[in-house]
C-alpha cells in the first residue's frame, strides 16, 4: 500500500518562499507519477502541479505557473514542490498525491487514488 507524507508547510509573508516535500513508501517510487493539490476553506480541491515517473514532463495550474517548481528526486522516494513569490491566494492545506501504477501525470483530482495527510500553507498580507 502507498503511503504518503507530506512536511514542510508553515506561515510565511507574501513575497516569501516555502518547500513543500511529500516522503513516499510502500511500492516502487519511480513507477508512479506525482502530483500537488491544495484546497483552502470552503473550496473544492484543486489541481497544482504534477510529475512524471522520470521527471521529464510536468504540469502546473496557470495559477502557479513561473512561481511553483515540482521535481522529484527517486533515490529518497520524494517528491518536492518548491513555492516562490508565494501570494496570500495560496493560503490552502497542500496534499501531494499519486495516480495507480504507471498511469501517467494528470491535472485530474480523480485520477489520483493515494493521498497524503495534506499540510497547512498559509501566506500572510
Known amino acids: 500500500q502507498v503511503q504518503l507524507v507530506e512536511s514542510g508547510g508553515g506561515l510565511v509573508q507574501a513575497g516569501g518562499s516555502l518547500r513543500l516535500s511529500c516522503a513516499f513508501s510502500?511500492?516502487?517510487?519511480?513507477?508512479?507519477?506525482m502530483g500537488w493539490f491544495r484546497q483552502a476553506p470552503g473550496k473544492e480541491r484543486e489541481f497544482v502541479a504534477a510529475?512524471?515517473?522520470?521527471?521529464?514532463?510536468?504540469y502546473y495550474a496557470d495559477s502557479v505557473k513561473g512561481r511553483f517548481t515540482i521535481s522529484r528526486d527517486n533515490a529518497k522516494n520524494t517528491v518536492y514542490l518548491q513555492m516562490n513569490s508565494l501570494k496570500p491566494e495560496d493560503t490552502a492545506v497542500y496534499y501531494c498525491?499519486?495516480?495507480?501504477?504507471?498511469?501517467?501525470?494528470?491535472?485530474?483530482?480523480?485520477?489520483?487514488?493515494?493521498w497524503g495527510q495534506g499540510t497547512q500553507v498559509t501566506v500572510s498580507s
Open positions: 510529475i512524471s515517473w522520470r521527471g521529464g514532463t510536468t
Open positions: 498525491a499519486a495516480p495507480s501504477l504507471m498511469r501517467p501525470a494528470t491535472r485530474i483530482v480523480a485520477e489520483y487514488e493515494y
Open positions: 510502500g511500492r516502487i517510487f519511480s513507477m508512479y507519477s
